[in-house]
C-alpha cells in the first residue's frame, strides 16, 4: 500500500512550512503549490513554498486542479500530479474540504498545527508581515479555521522547537508505519 499523503492544516504563523522544511530534510516531498500571489519581499523562503504564477495562466491548469482557494483576491491550488509525487501538502480548511472531495488515489492523513493566536502573531511579525496584515490575518483565521479540528486526523500544538520537532517524529512515524485508514 503507498504512503498516505500528509496535510498541514494551520492559522498563518502556526508552522507549517517549518515542519514541511524539517519533513523534508527527512527525505519527504512537499507541494509547492500554485498561487497568484506576488513573492513576500520580505521572505527569503518564500519562493521555496509555492509556484508564482500571473491569474492568465491559471486556466492552464484548470482539469487537473484537485484542491484550491482564494484568500485576499489571491488563487491557491495543487494538481493531481503535485499531490501523486509529493508526501506532504499545506493547505487551509477550505484546500481540505476540497481534497477529500476531490482526491482519492491514495489515503489522506490530515495534520492541524494548532497554535496560540499570539505565538503566530510574533512569528508572522519575524518574517515581515506588517502589524495591519497580522491583524488582518488573525481575524480572517479566527473565522476560516473554525472547527477544522473536527476534519482532522490529528490535532497538535506547535508553540516550541521542542513540540516541533516531537510533531516531526511523530507525522514520520505514523507515515512510515501507516498500514490503512479505518473507514469512518
Known sequence: MSKPLICLIGKSGSGKNYIANKLERKGFTSVKSYTTRPIREDDPNDINTHIFISPDRVVDYKDDIVADTDFNGNYYFATRQQLNNADVYILDKAGLKQLYKNYHDRDILAFYIDCDSSICAERMSKRGDTDEAIMSRLQHDAKAF?????????VVVNETQDNANRIVDGIEFVSENYRMRCKK
Open 146 to 154: 473554525e472547527g477544522v479540528d473536527e476534519l482532522c486526523d490529528f
